[in-house]
């Protein structure tokens, strides 16, 4: 591990295997290649979200790209994660296309120039697959918060993931299964199937955490949108709703007030979102009703 910038910056262990891989078949020069296209396309990351202000705090770097950890991340708008995300396939279309001329006009060797060009476009439409934390998978995840609650964001979006993730392990064995002869096996995209099923699956199981860590960072947000001003969208909940079930309802971009309403239309109260957020932080008393916050 390495810090450059600020960033911590390291190799996966998965990426450390696949290079050991390489040096036994012969293939390091190709390795060290697709290690520069993989920076490359985190630095596009890296670039994007300081643009926007956001702490990048460390960098892993896998073979099909890398995995940031930023400072207080699911406080951040759904608008700023997508422009992120797409920063880093953005790199892979530069260089490819930089390959390619380079090639056309013979400064590299055709070969070399299909290789780089073909390893650029590899890298940049995996990493558009719908699965976390792949770009793709970011990219959907802003798009389901557009409609869905920020919970049900967490719970579709790693459940979508987990779909694909088991389909690409399905890819990578059944060329093996038709054959009969694990040589056809694809061993690497096995590998980093598993790797990203393991991690929804983890992400899947820490929802609950996910989430609290989500409405920790919600009051210092909603502190700054009203401090500017803000359109406010309403949560109507029945007198006898709990507070968590009331915090589920909470979207990602927007800043809510809860209002307490009888079921003829008698409007018990209203609570802004960061009182309901401190009542439940203070004590984690989620299944109180929302009502008993105004006595």
């Not at 920076?39 to 890296?46: A, D, K, N």
């Not at 926007?52 to 406080?75: H, I, N, Q």
């Not at 099923?197 to 409405?215: Q, V």
């Amino acid at each position: 591990m390495i810090k450059l910038g600020g960033i911590r910056w390291s190799v996966h262990p998965l990426f450390v295997l696949i290079m050991l891989a390489s040096v036994l078949t012969g293939s390091f020069v190709e390795l060290l290649t697709l290690f520069a296209i993989v920076l490359v396309h985190e630095l596009g990351h890296v670039i994007a979200a300081r643009s926007f202000g956001w702490t990048v705090r460390e960098v892993k770097l896998l073979p099909f790209g890398g995995v940031a950890e930023v400072e207080d991340g699911s406080g951040l708008s759904a608008k700023e994660e997508a422009l992120v995300a797409l920063a880093g396939p953005l790199q892979n279309v530069w260089m490819a296309g930089a390959a390619w001329l380079l090639g056309q006009i013979g400064i590299w060797q055709p070969e070399w120039a299909a290789y780089v060009c073909q390893a650029n476009i590899m890298i940049g439409l995996f990493n558009l697959l719908p699965i976390l934390p792949l770009d793709g998978g970011k990219l959907l995840q802003a798009g389901l918060s557009r409609t869905l609650t920020f919970h049900g964001t967490l719970v579709w979006g790693t459940r979508i993931s987990l779909f694909f993730s088991a389909l690409m392990i399905v890819g990578a064995a059944v060329p093996a299964l038709l054959s009969k002869n694990a040589v056809h096996l694809h061993a690497n995209l096995l590998a980093v199937g598993l790797f990203l099923l393991l991690t929804n699956w983890t992400a899947y199981r820490n929802i609950p955490f996910l989430f609290l860590r989500f409405l920790t960072n919600r009051a210092a947000s909603a502190s700054k949108q009203v401090s500017r001003g803000t359109w406010a969208f309403p949560i109507i909940v029945p007198k006898g709703y709990t507070v968590l079930a009331a915090l589920r309802l909470f979207k990602r971009d927007s800043y809510h007030l809860i209002v307490v309403m009888e079921e003829r239309g008698d409007v018990l109260g209203v609570l802004p979102e960061q009182r309901l957020v401190s009542g439940f932080l203070s004590d984690g008393k989620a299944d109180r009703a929302v009502l008993e916050l105004f006595m």
